[in-house]
C-alpha cells in the first residue's frame, strides 16, 4: 500500500515537474540530420577493436541481441516495474538502425539519452551511467557499432501504460534524478583505482543492477551498491552491507570477474553470468581495475572472515537438522556429495558455508540455482550441478531452504518462502521460453 502510494505521489510529482518542463521546453531536444551510412573501411581498425572492447564491458550484446536473433539487432524485452521496454536496433541499418546516425547523434545518445530524432529515452539504456563515458571511448564504440553487420529489424512496440508511455515526461524523470554524475576521482589511491571508478561508475554500470532504486525507477544515490534486483534475482550488496561470508579482496573480484568462479565465493550466475562471460574477453588490466575499485568499496578484508566461514563449514549440523528434519534429509541425499567432498570442479561445488547465496536477505537465487542448476560452458571444463525442479516440489524446496539458512546460513529463518518457492519456479518458466542468455551472447574472439 504505502509502496503504491509512493507511486502514485511520485507520477505526481513527475507530471507536475514535465509540465514545468514543457514550459522551459526543456522536453524537445532538436533532431540531428541524418547521414548516409558511413563506409565500414573508412574507420581506423584499432579503433574498432579498442570500441569491440568497450562494447564488451558495456554490455551492449546482452540487451540488444535477443536469443537467436542477429547480433545487436534489438527488440529484447526488457522488463520494468512500468511495463516492458524493447531494446533498439543498433546496427547500421540506415531504415531501422543507427546507419543513419552522424557520430555526434550517437555522443548525444549515450551523453544523455536522446535519440537522433530528438525523442527523450527510457533510462532503461543506462545512459545515467553511460553519461559518464569519455568522448574518445564513445567514438571507438560507434566505430564498432558501424562496423558491424546492417540488419533490417524493428523492435515490438513498447508495453507501457498511461503515463509511462508518453516520451517527454522521461524530460521530467531526467529533471529530478539525471544530473550527469561525475566519476570519484582520487590522486592518491593510483592509476588502477581511477581508472576502475571510471568504469564501473561509467561503462560497465555495476550499480545498474547493484545498487536498489526508487518508487520511480532511479537508483538511490544514498544506498549505492547495497544491493538490487534484476529479472527475478537479488544482485547482492557490494558496499560495506554485503553479506559474503568471506569478504571480497581485490585478488577474489578479479577472479570472480574474469573467470566466473573463486573458490571462497563460487559462481557467478543469473545476469550475472552475462556480465562475466563478456568480460571474459576485455584486457586483463581493465578486469583488475575494476576489482581493485570494487574491493575498494567493498571495505578492507575482516581479518575473521574467511575463519568465520570455516568456523560455520566444520559447526555441528545437529541443531540445524533437528529445526529441518525434512530439509537435512533432502541436503544429505541430493547435495552433501558434490558441495562437501571437496570433489573438484567441474561437479565439485564450494562448501555452502562460504556462498552469499545462503546468508543474502534475499533467497531467489539459491531458489534459482536449486531448480536450474548450473549449466557447462559449451567447450569449456566449467562447473556443473543439475537442476532439481523436475526432483524436489515446493513443500520439499521449503524444507531445504530452512535448513540450509539454518546450518549454513546461522541466519533467522526467511519468511514467506511458500510463495517466493511458486513465483520463481513460474518466472523461471517464462524467463526460459522468452528471455536468458541471448544465442550468441559471448564476443570472444570477434574482430
Ligand atoms: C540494460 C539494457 C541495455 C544495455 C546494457 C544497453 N542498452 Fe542500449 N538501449 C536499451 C533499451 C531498452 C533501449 C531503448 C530505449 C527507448 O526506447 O527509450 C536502448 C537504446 C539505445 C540507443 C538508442 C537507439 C535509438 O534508436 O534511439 C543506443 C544508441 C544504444 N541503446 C546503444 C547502446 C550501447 C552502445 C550500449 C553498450 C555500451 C548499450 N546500448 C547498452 C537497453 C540497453
Ligand atoms: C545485469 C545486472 C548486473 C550487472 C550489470 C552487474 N551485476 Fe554483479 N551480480 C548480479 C547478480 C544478479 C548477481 C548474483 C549472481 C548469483 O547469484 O550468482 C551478481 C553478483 C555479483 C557478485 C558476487 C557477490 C557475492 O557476494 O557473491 C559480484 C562481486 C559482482 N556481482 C560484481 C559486479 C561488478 C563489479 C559489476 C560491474 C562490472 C557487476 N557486478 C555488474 C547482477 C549484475
Ligand atoms: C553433481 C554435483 C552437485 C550436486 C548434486 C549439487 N551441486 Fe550445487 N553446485 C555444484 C557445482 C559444481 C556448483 C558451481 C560451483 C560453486 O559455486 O560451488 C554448485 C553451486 C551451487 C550453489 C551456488 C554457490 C555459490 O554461491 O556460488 C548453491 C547454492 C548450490 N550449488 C546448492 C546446491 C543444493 C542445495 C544442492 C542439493 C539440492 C546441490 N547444490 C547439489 C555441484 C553440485
Redo the contacts with the bound molecule.
Sequence with gaps: MAGQLRIITGIAAVVLVAGAAAGFAVAWRPSIAAISPPQPDTFDPAMVKRGRD??A????????TTQGGANYA?G?P?PTPFGT??????TPDAAT??GG?PEAA?VR??RS?????G????P????DH?TN?SEADDRA??AF?MTRQPVQAS?PA?QLSFPFNY?PL?AGWKLLYFHGRDVPSNEAKGAEWNRGAYLVEG?A?CG?CHTPRNALGAERVNAQFSGGQVDNWHAYALNDTSHAPVRWTADALYAYLRHGWQADHGTARGPMAEVVDNLASVPDNDVRAIAAYMADISGAPAPDGKSGADAVAQSSPADAAQAAPAGAAIYAAACASCHESGRPLPYGGINLARSTAVTSPDPRNLINIVLAGVGAVEGERGPIMPGFAASIDDTQMVALLNYLRARFGKRPAWDDLDKTVREARAAQAVSLAARDVPAESSQRGKP
Excluded at 57 to 64: A, F, L, S
Excluded at 119 to 122: G, H, I, M, S
Excluded at 124 to 127: D, G, Q, R, S
Aim: with cysteine; net charge positive.
Design positions: 568497450l562494447a564491458i558495456g554490455n551492449c550484446n546482452t540487451c540488444h534489438g529484447l526488457v521496454i524493447f531494446s533498439s536496433n543498433i538502425g543507427i546516425w550517437f545518445a549515450m539519452g536522446v535519440s537522433r530524432d525523442r527523450q529515452l527510457y532503461t539504456f543506462p545512459y553511460f563515458v564504440l560507434y557499432l523492435p513498447n516520451r522521461i561503462l554500470h545498474a
